[in-house]
Structures are given as structure tokens and as C-alpha cells.
């Protein structure tokens, strides 16, 4: 099973690379899950992914700050969505923005149907960095886990193809439709 991958990546006239890593949750209570599941069951939540992918890159100031945007699948029930932090500006499409930004997420859903739950994790950049809303991606990467009778087995973290991108503009457009994505 292939749980480590690195991505490398040009933007802005620099080198860059992505490590991603994904681990199961062998105990949700050190990991946090209590803060937003309060009743926390966690034999229910043990064995999900968590996920962390760190940049180094060879820029700085501003041209490293970046965001990334996830887009989630999900084959039981055939829903795409984009996965935000809910804290965040609804408007917005990322899950985190900022300089050298670190992703991380933590799924888990024991209550789900059996199928598979797939993410797209876009590295991504607005060009100008704050004075448009348009994004362009600049790496990625698929993982997830597939859900049998409330247990998760971790899916490959594998690179994705710039092309997959195009695939999901419908529906970032139609969640976001006062950003252009490039």
C-alpha cells in the first residue's frame, strides 16, 4: 500500500515539492476527533485516514502563498462536492490559504453506506495572489478509504493528472461561481 508520496512542482519561477502522507487513525482522542464529534465513539472512528501534505519550495513572500482545494467523491451515493473548511468564507473554494500552507484532513464516517470515499487535493495558486478570484492548479494528488461494514481499508495515495482539474470546473463553478478556475 502506498501511504507516502512526493510531487514535485514548478510555480512562480521556483521549485517546489509536495510530501503527502497518510496514516490511520490508530487513536482518534490523540488526534483530536472529540473536539468535533463530543460523544466521541472512537473503536467507531479507528482505522480512518488522516492525511498531511507539506510543501517546501524554494520561494518566498508572497510568491508562497498558495491554497488547496479538495473535491470529494463519493461512489455510494454519486455526490462531488468541494470539501471546505467550515469556518471558513463560503464563497471561497479552499480548504486552506495562506503562506506555504499545510493540508490536512481527517474523514471519518462510520455511519456512511459501504463505498468508496475519494478526495482530490488540488495545490493551487491565485495568479495575482489577492486581487482576482481566479485559481490555477499546480498539483495534486488522489487518496481515500472504501467503507465495509463500518470499517475503512486506506485507498493509494497516487499523483493526479492535471486533466482531472478540467473534470471538476463544472462543479467548482457551480459552488463558486465568483471565481474563475483556470
Known amino acids: 500500500m502506498r501511504r507516502e508520496l512526493s510531487i514535485p512542482f514548478d510555480v512562480r519561477g521556483h521549485r517546489g515539492l509536495i ?69 471558513l468564507n463560503p464563497a471561497d473554494p479552499f480548504y486552506t490559504y495562506g503562506y506555504l500552507p499545510t493540508f490536512f484532513d481527517a474523514p471519518a464516517n462510520p455511519n456512511h453506506p459501504d463505498g468508496t470515499w475519494r478526495a482530490d487535493t488540488f495545490l493551487v495558486i491565485v495568479p495575482d495572489v489577492i486581487r482576482s478570484r481566479t485559481v490555477a492548479p499546480v498539483a495534486a494528488f488522489t487518496w481515500g478509504y472504501r467503507l465495509e461494514a463500518g470499517r475503512p481499508t486506506l485507498l493509494d495515495v497516487t499523483p493526479l493528472a492535471s486533466a482531472r482539474w478540467s473534470g471538476h470546473r463544472s462543479v467548482l463553478e457551480a459552488a463558486h461561481p465568483t471565481w474563475t478556475f483556470g
Open 19 to 87: 510530501s503527502v502522507r497518510i496514516v490511520p487513525n490508530d487513536d482518534p482522542w490523540a488526534s483530536g476527533h472529540q473536539l468535533v464529534v463530543p460523544d466521541l465513539n472512537a473503536e467507531a472512528f479507528r482505522g480512518f485516514p488522516l492525511c498531511t501534505a507539506s510543501l517546501r519550495y524554494h520561494g518566498y513572500g508572497i510568491k508562497a502563498m498558495m491554497g488547496w482545494i479538495q473535491l470529494v467523491t463519493r461512489d455510494f451515493d454519486g455526490d462531488i462536492s468541494v470539501d471546505r473548511a467550515p469556518n
